[in-house]
Every structure is written in C-alpha cells, then in structure tokens.
C-alpha cells in the first residue's frame, strides 16, 4: 500500500535552514507529481509546492516563492523541501502528498520557526 514517510523537521531559529525528506513507497513512485503541504495549528492545509514526474513542471505557494525549492530523485522515490530564510509563520507540521493517491497523508514532519 502506499506510504509517505516525512522527516527532516525540527527548530530553527528565524533566518535558518531546513532540509526536509519524504520517502515513498507502494506505488510507480517517477509519473507522478509530489507536493509539499503544510499545516499550522489552527489554519487548513495549504500547498507549499508541487513538482512533476520529471521535475520539468515546479510550482511555489506565494508564501514561500524565493525561500523554499521543491526536488526529487526519482531513483531514490524521494522528494526534497530546502527552506531557507524561515520565519516563524513558516511553523507548521509539513506532509508530502502524491497525486497518485491524493487522499493519503502521512505522518507530517514538523517544523518549528522560533528565536
């Protein structure tokens, strides 16, 4: 069955950086675009960005564009989000998501923005 399994989250001081990882798993992982959701207590979840099969296609919330990149390996059924320049309205629990089953989340992973 298919598995999503985040990490890489933690605190971080406003200004630093973050890698986080979603490791896939049940599925053909390369046809499908992978997305970056997040979070934050009290608010829905919002899409951060989402990146194609063959990483041609990249798209960036308005709220992280400049700051966050979305990639992946595709031999490795991984998708990556480098954050940098966080801000403490950055905190929030982060899920990777696939379109191949959209309704699926994970465990989250997450990220805490403060000084």
């Known amino acids: 069955q298919v598995q999503l399994v985040e990490s890489g989250g933690g605190l971080v001081e406003p200004g630093g950086s973050l890698r986080l990882y979603c490791v896939a798993s049940?599925?053909?992982?390369?046809?499908?675009?992978m997305s970056w959701y997040r979070q934050a207590a009290g608010k829905e979840r919002e899409l951060v960005a989402s990146i194609s099969g063959g990483s041609q296609i990249i798209n960036y919330g308005d709220s992280v564009k400049g700051r966050f990149t979305i990639s992946r390996d595709n031999a490795k059924n991984s998708v990556y989000l480098q954050l940098n320049s966080l801000k403490p309205e950055d905190t929030a629990v982060y899920y990777c998501?696939?379109?191949?089953?959209?309704?699926?989340w994970g465990q989250g992973t997450q990220v805490t923005v403060s000084s």
């Open positions: 049940g599925f053909t992982f390369w046809p499908y675009v």
């Open positions: 998501n696939t379109d191949f089953r959209p309704d699926y």
